[in-house]
């Protein structure tokens, strides 16, 4: 037995190491349990998007803002969207959009905590392992965090792409 030992704990130690990366990776998925829904909207941001309508937070309450456009600007006018709201409801683990109307009776916090102590993390790194093997960018996903507690909010609804990250956190609604 003692002369086999080294072969033994060679062939081993890889699966240990392994079974311990896969726990460290999904067990923090399984104990996140968030209790408060948050909103997002998908409004663009920087210079080009000046003018138009916007969504922010004024005193606990989602205001909708309209700067209008200038008069000689008119190509951005015909390029505009209206920017959508979305709501994460903690409950059920989903995403869905939410009309201006709906939103309206929410109070919102914009901490960046919420309330229970989960915090918004958006995914800037790559899902490779080592980011080197099968690495890519996810940038329709954020992950709401609490110590080692993370779970993974997919956003596939909402326009973003590599180039243009266009998701905005708005606030948490306080119950």
């Known amino acids: 037995m003692k002369k086999n030992l080294p072969l033994i704990v060679g062939l081993t130690l890889p699966f240990v190491v392994i079974i311990l990366v896969l726990i460290a990776v999904y067990v923090p998925s399984f104990i996140a349990k968030p209790q408060y829904d948050f909103i997002l909207t998908d409004q663009p941001r920087g210079y080009y998007e000046s003018y138009g309508i916007f969504y922010e937070v004024k005193e606990g309450k989602i205001v909708r803002t309209e700067i209008p456009y200038p008069s000689d600007v008119n ?12 709501i994460y409801r903690a409950g059920a683990d989903s995403v869905e959009e939410i009309s201006f109307a709906e939103v309206q009776g929410k109070t919102i916090s914009t901490s960046s ?7 918004i993390e958006y995914n800037r790194g790559n899902n490779g392992i080592f980011e080197i093997f099968g690495s890519s960018g996810d940038y329709r996903s954020i992950f709401l965090t609490k110590g080692m507690a993370r779970t993974r909010i997919s956003l596939v609804t909402m326009r973003s792409n590599y180039y243009s990250d266009t998701r905005q956190f708005l606030g948490w609604v306080i119950k």
């Open 75 to 86: 190509i951005y006018k015909t390029a505009y969207k209206e920017p959508r709201l979305f």
């Open 113 to 119: 905590k919420a309330p229970d102590g989960y915090e």
